[in-house]
């Protein structure tokens, strides 16, 4: 073990106040649930601007953006200030602009397999988009070998994609299927650094997830696949000189670290620059991670969650030497999709807080980080009465924040997600 900093951090329900001009009755907010993922939905976005008062009576604006979009993952905001990319996972990348979604989606965008949960994952900009206009797309890819996850670049100009082509495709093939099979996550959060590199995460690919047989998932472990990694590749998906495990041939090169399981956030810290992650756990184990380049995050020879059949996933739940223990692990689950640190000043008092995006728990959480990066408090919850599950956030140049959520977990024909803005709301008059 190299970090002794670990929580383990209970879930809790709070009464909160939703207010639409005039003030709603106390909604109670769901009760725990360890298994996050499995509470179903029957909430649909708002269709007006309302007013949120959260658990610390903090009063939030939630605006509509955008509605009846099919599972929308991944979202960049442009530089221009007027325009949003839109990612939905059955294949169809939409543009957002001025506050109102185009009928037409962007042409060009990867053909695609929407196998399970893939399909068009996130979408990123060139840190020199604003000259380049080149900008990134991660989505399942079928070939001889099954369905891979694959890493597209071409160049956007206001209303189309072109010169799109692969510049990365993952070695985590596993076989195929329809748009109703089970297994086989692929991550595919894309994140630039200060340094211009790309980071990808690559999920465990575990097709027999179901079951308690650790063939798929073990790759994890294995240096000489993708799967269950976070990679570390140049703008044009090449390997930079100094990964971690360049020059050894048991080992592929893009590997920066390993032993995840679902990795769906990626988050540089303001301060300190280090890179954080979270990951889905399976029956729990959530975990917030700070990666360091060739460390291996334990994925599946340690988890503090339970296999779906109930089984614990180790013998060791909890730390073996020489692997990394968690920063953060939540219980309940919180199904973390994505991270970001607050460095606006629209919200008094978030500035550097930890926000995560939870999907089957259905709400944000804010969590705060001392300045010996450890995890402090309890955290906070929010949005959770509307009942929605958050797939992606984003901090706006406004220090508004940009929020994606949908109803359902699966069907490439919902139309039940949105985007949504959140700002900060005047203070009810008296």
Same mark, same amino acid.
């Given at each position: ?5 670990h929580a ?6 709070g ?5 639409a ?41 939630v ?7 099919? !599972? ?23 543009v ?8 037409t989606?962007v042409?060009?965008?990867p ?15 060139h840190?020199?988009?604003?000259s ?19 890493? /597209? ?7 189309a994609l ?5 510049i990365?495709? /993952?070695?985590?093939?596993? /076989?195929?299927g329809?748009?109703? /099979? $089970?297994?086989?996550?692929?991550? @595919? ?7 211009g590199l790309?980071?990808?995460?690559v ?9 308690d ?6 790759r ?5 696949? =993708?799967?269950?990694k976070?990679?570390?590749?140049r703008d ?23 032993g =995840?399981?679902?990795?769906? @956030?990626?988050?540089? !810290? ?23 380049? $060739?460390?291996?995050? $334990?994925?599946?020879l ?19 030497? @020489?692997?990394?223990?968690?920063a ?14 607050y460095? %606006?000043?629209?919200?008094? %008092? ?8 939870g ?19 309890r ?7 509307? %009942? ?13 924040l ?8 699966s069907?490439?024909d ?17």
């Open positions: 073990m190299r970090r002794n900093r383990l951090i209970l879930g809790s329900a009464l909160l106040a939703v207010t001009g005039a003030a709603l009755p106390l909604a109670q907010q769901d009760p725990p649930n360890p298994i996050a993922a499995t509470s179903p939905s029957t909430s649909n976005p708002p269709e007006q601007p309302l007013v949120v008062v959260t658990e610390n009576k903090r009063r939030l604006r605006v509509p953006l955008a509605r009846g979009l099919s !599972h929308p993952w991944g979202m960049a905001l442009l530089p221009d200030g007027r325009t949003i990319l839109v990612t939905e996972r059955p294949g169809r990348l939409r957002v602009r001025d506050g109102v979604l185009e009928k989606p042409a060009g965008v053909t695609l397999n929407p196998l399970f949960i893939g399909g068009l994952m996130d979408v990123a900009l840190p020199a988009f604003a380049n206009q080149l900008v990134y797309l991660s989505y399942s890819k079928d070939g001889d070998r099954g369905v891979t996850l694959a890493l /597209a670049r071409g160049r956007f100009d206001g209303q072109t010169d799109v082509r692969d990365f495709v /993952a070695e985590a093939w596993e /076989a195929g329809g748009a109703t /099979a $089970g297994g086989g996550t692929f991550g @595919g959060r894309i994140l630039f650094g200060r340094d790309l980071y990808l995460t999920g465990d690919r575990d097709v027999r997830v179901l079951t047989d650790p063939l798929v998932r073990s994890a472990q294995s240096l000489r696949s =993708h799967t269950g976070v990679l570390r590749l044009d998906g090449s390997v930079p000189k100094d990964n971690p495990f360049v020059g050894r041939k048991d080992a592929l090169p893009e590997i920066f670290t390993y =995840h399981r679902n990795a769906y @956030g990626l988050a540089f !810290h303001p301060q300190t620059g280090a890179l954080w992650e979270c990951e889905f756990g399976p029956m729990g184990g959530d975990e917030l991670n700070v990666l360091v380049a $060739g460390r291996n995050y $334990g994925w599946p340690v988890s503090a969650g339970r296999n779906y059949s109930g089984k614990l996933v180790s013998e060791e739940p909890w730390w073996r030497p @020489g692997l990394e223990m968690p953060y692990a939540w219980n309940p689950s919180v199904n973390p999709t994505n991270i970001l640190f460095t %606006g000043t629209a919200f008094a %008092g978030w500035r550097n807080s930890l926000f995560v995006s999907l089957g728990s259905k709400q944000l959480q804010r969590l705060t980080i001392n300045r010996e990066g450890l995890v402090v408090g955290p906070e919850s929010l949005l959770g009465e509307l %009942g929605l599950r958050f797939r992606d956030l984003r901090q706006g140049p406004e220090g508004a940009y929020v994606l959520t949908e109803g359902r977990p069907g490439n919902d139309i039940d997600g949105s985007l949504l803005r959140i700002e900060p709301a005047p203070e009810a008059s008296k």
